[in-house]
């Protein structure tokens, strides 16, 4: 579902014009025809209110995890068994995704994070500063790596957990040195090619 859609859609389930719309977040009614038609995108502030106004997060509203992410190119089974770690690389999973993805022209390890407020973070500091809730989920769910390939024009996420290895091609392109999905704080660790 595309953002115009998706504005479409929580106005109609709201019961109200774009007119009406288009007056409680403060711009014309051709600005929400453009936006509903996708033709046009409302700036940050007007994301803001129809948020607001709809009683959702700018998340829920841009749906961003589904526009960041793509399909599943590929999902298998791996082992490191037979793997022999190459010169230059920290681990046998750089190795696999080294050998995977031959014609990759950068290949980065990626740190995952889950995004606390400044109130938690400084809770979990004081009150344990050897434990977090991080390391009880990746404990719970398995230690797992993650990787961003590049190869020419197109990008790759690339985790690696409990011996299945999953590929899925970005729709946004991840330029900067963190992106964030889903609650998640993902940055760019180290270049491994």
């Known amino acids: 579902m595309t953002l115009g859609e998706k504005i ?50 700018i998340d829920e509203l841009l749906d961003y995890k ?12 791996y082992s490191l068994d037979n793997i022999v770690k190459a010169k230059g690389t920290r681990s046998k999973e750089e190795t696999l995704v080294i050998t995977k993805f031959p014609k990759a022209t950068n290949i980065y ?12 973070d400084l809770f979990w500091f004081l009150v344990e500063p050897a434990y977090s809730p991080e390391l009880e989920d990746t ?6 790596s993650l990787f961003l390939v590049e190869e020419k024009d197109k990008q790759y996420l690339v985790t690696m957990k409990k011996g299945n290895m999953k590929v899925i ?3 946004t392109l991840f330029n900067d040195k963190q992106l964030v999905v889903d609650g998640y704080v993902y940055r760019k660790h180290y270049k491994v090619k």
């Open 139 to 144: 404990i719970e769910n398995g230690i797992y």
């Open 66 to 77: 589904k526009q960041l992410l793509g399909n599943v190119l590929l999902e298998e089974t």
């Open 169 to 171: 091609q970005l729709k």
């Open 8 to 57: 479409k859609d929580l106005r109609k389930k709201a019961n109200i014009s774009q007119e009406e719309l288009a007056e409680k977040v403060g711009v014309s009614r051709q600005a929400v025809t453009k936006w509903e038609n996708d033709s046009g995108l409302p700036d940050i502030e007007n994301l803001k209110s129809i948020a607001s106004l709809f009683n959702i997060s």
């Open 109 to 120: 390890a990626l740190l995952k994070k889950k995004k606390w407020s400044w109130k938690k």
